[in-house]
């Protein structure tokens, strides 16, 4: 049997009398507790190697830091500061030992007061850094001028064709470059 749908008057009335469900919150968002949790983490244990790798360069020097490479900052238990491990090239190990009180502060300049307070030296090969770049791209050097560019291949033509011939064309205008 198919019940009838009440009135609008019904319906007001019906809805005025009945307390209804409140409204869902949405959840909070993830960010915010991850926030902190990642801060609590970061006090706990501090910044890593990966920080310190990244900027090494800048914090040392380009001397020391073609010799040394941070790997890991280790931290007691019971709080404090902590000590950092240097890979170091064999026969840099005691030059670096003897630098070691400025290799500290500098450190704990970038870390933070209070991070670090000594160096483990560990010997080893230590990965090459890329050299420091100033930002700008590297420009394409200029072509050479039809006449240069004629004489060289007047030069070559009695070479066959192939990687050898390819290879002293662009070695000889890097030379006539150069001349210029």
Sequence with gaps: MKRPLPSLEE????????????????????????????KDLDQRFGQGPAVLQARWREIVGEVLARRTEPVKVTKPRTGGPGALELR??????????????????RVNLFLGAGSIDKLRIVQGPVRKAEPLS????????????????????????????????????????EVLRRQR
Excluded at 26 to 37: K, N, V, Y
Excluded at 88 to 105: R, S
């Design 11 to 38: 319906a007001t009335e019906i809805l005025a009398h009945k307390r209804t469900r409140p409204q869902r919150r949405p959840p909070p968002a993830a960010g915010r507790q991850l926030t902190r949790f990642v």
């Design 88 to 105: 170091v090239e064999g026969p840099a190990a005691t030059l670096i030992q003897h630098q070691a009180p400025e290799i500290v502060a």
């Design 134 to 173: 100033s930002g700008a791209p590297k420009r394409r050097k200029p072509p050479l001028d039809a006449a240069a560019e004629a004489a060289l291949e007047q030069a070559m033509a009695d070479e066959t064709e192939g990687p050898l011939k390819s290879a002293l064309r662009n070695l000889g205008r």
